[in-house]
């Protein structure tokens, strides 16, 4: 099994471009989340997705959307980035239940200039 | 709504010395507790996680931490670490009403000397 996998891994645009960060999970997981890791603040819930059809916006969602067409994919979408969306990004999924351990992706590193 | 506290951001500490990196929970419902490692340049891997019971939780790498309700805290304990144990580690709490949902602490980087 893969696990989550996360593309591009390394990522550079520059103020008001656009992009979307993949993730796809191959354990048939029904939850989904997008993390940001920024220095001396660990990591924020941007969006989140209990199950296909379903998302809803975590700590941090301004800047960000997200869609969950199907239970393996899961992309993040930056409609016009910002200096301050420079930071590492990470997807998780689980299942849902009695604190069901998060399985991460490798992360993506994106740069905005 | 939950929040976590890391206080300590870096932990300096001798090889085969004991360490404990404090983590401060607060939760107006019933948490479920996790503690994560993060190696350089990787994703986070899961430690150890408190869901019910013994309030004494042991983990992968002969970590452990213990679940204090009336003090909101939920610390990770080694009692001899190692240099493999360099790492960023974080506390994450979630609450049992939304499980999946974690919420991380701001992390603590162990750094461990020779």
């Known amino acids: 099994n893969a696990g989550v996998t996360q593309t591009p891994k390394f990522q550079v645009l520059k103020t008001g471009q656009s992009m979307t960060l993949q993730c796809a999970q191959d354990?048939?997981?029904?939850?989904m989340s997008w993390y940001r890791q920024d220095p001396g603040m660990g990591l924020r819930l941007i969006h989140y997705s209990v199950g296909a059809g379903i998302t809803d916006q975590g700590e941090v969602p301004n800047g960000y959307n997200v869609s969950r067409s199907t239970t393996e994919d899961f992309p993040l979408r930056l409609l016009s980035a910002a200096p301050s969306q420079t930071s590492v990004y990470f997807c998780a999924s689980t299942l849902q239940g009695l604190g069901s351990p998060l399985h991460f992706g490798n992360g993506t590193r994106l740069t905005v200039t | 709504a939950q929040s976590v506290t890391q206080l300590d951001s870096q932990v300096p500490v001798f090889e085969e010395a004991p360490v404990e990196l404090r983590c401060n929970y607060s939760?107006?419902?019933?948490?479920?507790l996790f503690w994560y490692v993060q190696y350089p340049n990787q994703g986070l891997q899961l430690l150890l996680k408190y869901l019910s019971g013994s309030t004494l939780v042991k983990g992968i790498n002969g970590f452990e931490a213990e679940f204090n309700k009336s003090q909101t805290s939920f610390h990770l304990r080694k009692p001899s670490v190692h240099i493999s144990d360099t790492a960023e580690y974080f506390c994450?709490?979630?609450?049992?009403?939304?499980?999946?949902?974690?919420?991380f602490g701001s992390g603590t980087r162990l750094l461990v000397r020779p």
């Open positions: 354990m048939n997981h029904e939850y």
């Open positions: 939760s107006s419902v019933s948490v479920y």
């Open positions: 994450a709490v979630s609450g049992m009403d939304s499980s999946y949902k974690l919420i």
